[in-house]
């Protein structure tokens, strides 16, 4: 059985669950401990029963309660040695180092990280594999390098950041010229329509399934988001993949094979 539960994507913070027979991890920790021990908990999950926590990046909004639910719980850190020095942490932390591009054998289940091009330390985007599948987890990145490319088209199932619509990112009155150039800069995230782009290129590559998250409060909507990405899919005669929106209203069920 291999499970991929959404507990939190978008600007306010990010975590997933990820079950795989009887062993478990989250990937990401960017709400509270607290809040993140409730989502597990409604989830089916007793926190304590997880095997590690995979971070893809130092950014709050993946690791804001990170420290606290790794000493609440025990649990081993999962990360690369810039994004381990980048969290700064002197409080005792069982780390384990975490090569970008080698494989973790994980006990019927291997883990592979790849480099994303995103203004963090060592960013990075995971892909978990399965002999029922491989499940890709891919936010926070400004534009999909050829090795995202390569690594993605191997997918049967995505989480795949949709950040922002162009036109309401320009529009936002609240944000100033320096972070709309940081969002759009091929450090930042990616647009509804290169969300899009790579659903569509991806689902000619096999992409069964595909979770559009990390969507940001002010400058996206759901409806956008789905429109931006059924019309593109339709274009190519390509209707078969199913998508799912994620936002904190309208959580997706979880992904479940096997
Ligand atoms: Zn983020
Ligand atoms: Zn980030």
Not at 105 to 130: K, T
Not at 149 to 156: A, F
Request: hydrophobic residues 40%.
């Amino acid at each position: 059985m291999l499970r991929l539960t959404i507990l939190a994507s978008g600007s306010s913070g990010n975590a997933a669950l990820l079950e795989a027979g009887s062993r478990r991890w989250l990937v990401d920790a960017g709400l509270s401990s607290r809040r993140l021990e409730e989502r597990l908990r409604a989830a089916g999950v007793e926190p304590s029963s997880l095997s590690g926590v995979f971070l893809t990046h130092e950014h709050a909004d993946h690791a804001r309660g990170l420290r606290v639910f790794l000493q609440r719980h025990s649990l081993p850190l999962y990360c690369n040695e810039l994004t381990w020095l980048a969290l700064g942490w002197q409080a005792k932390i069982d780390w384990r180092r975490m090569e970008t591009a080698v494989r973790l054998d994980l006990g019927g289940m291997e883990i592979e990280s790849f480099p994303v091009p995103h203004d963090a330390a060592d960013p990075v985007g995971f892909l978990f594999h399965h002999p029922a599948g491989t499940i890709g987890v891919l936010t926070d990145l400004g534009y999909a390098t050829r090795l995202v490319w390569e690594k993605m088209s191997r997918c049967r199932a995505l989480l795949l950041e949709a950040n922002h619509d162009p036109g309401l990112l320009q529009a936002d009155s609240r944000r100033p010229w320096s972070v709309k150039q940081r969002i759009l800069s091929r450090h930042g995230h990616l647009s509804n329509q290169s969300a899009a782009e790579i659903a569509t290129e991806l689902a000619r590559h096999g992409l069964q399934e595909i979770i559009l998250g990390h969507l940001s409060a002010d400058c996206n909507r759901p409806e956008l988001v789905e429109e931006t990405v059924r019309s593109r899919l339709e274009e190519a005669r390509l209707p078969s993949l199913s998508v799912h929106v994620w936002t904190e209203g309208a959580p997706v069920p979880p992904l479940c094979w096997g």
